[in-house]
Nanobody, 127 residues
Framework: QVQLVESGGGLVQAGGSLRLSCAAS?????????MGWFRQAPGKEREFVAVINWSGRDALYADSVKGRFTISRDNAVNTVYLQMNSLKPEDTAVYYC???????????????????WGQGTQVTVSS
């Protein structure tokens, strides 16, 4: 079964940085799929963070992370990244990567449009 595997989460002080990675297992390639990052804090719904289109040329960000987070991808190694700078306590959440079900698409802000999900990685930002 195809899986996405996130890594790079951890505990960091406010103002610090983390880089999350998301790789596909089972030899599956997602070079034709838009890839998104979502997060979910305790007691809250899963929310959109960022998405990058299949080619890597277009990206969208949630207003709450714009200017601090950068999404990128390296299709040669089938990996998507989320560079998170100037982290705030309100960024604390489990972060999930996901692959859009559609091919050659710019990406979506809605979890329902994503077919494959990782297990999540915890990011905790202390004040």
């Amino acid at each position: 079964q195809v899986q996405l595997v996130e890594s790079g989460g951890g505990l960091v002080q406010a103002g610090g940085s983390l880089r999350l990675s998301c790789a596909a297992s089972s030899g599956r390639t997602f070079s034709e799929n838009a890839m998104g990052w979502f997060r979910q804090a305790p007691g809250k719904e899963r929310e959109f963070v960022a998405v990058i289109n299949w080619s890597g040329r277009d990206a969208l960000y949630a207003d709450s992370v714009k200017g601090r987070f950068t999404i990128s991808r390296d299709n040669a190694v089938n990996t998507v990244y989320l560079q998170m700078n100037s982290l705030k306590p309100e960024d604390t959440a489990v972060y999930y990567c996901a692959a859009d079900a559609r091919l050659y698409y710019r990406g979506s802000l809605y979890p329902r449009d994503y077919e494959f999900w990782g297990q999540g990685t915890q990011v905790t930002v202390s004040s």
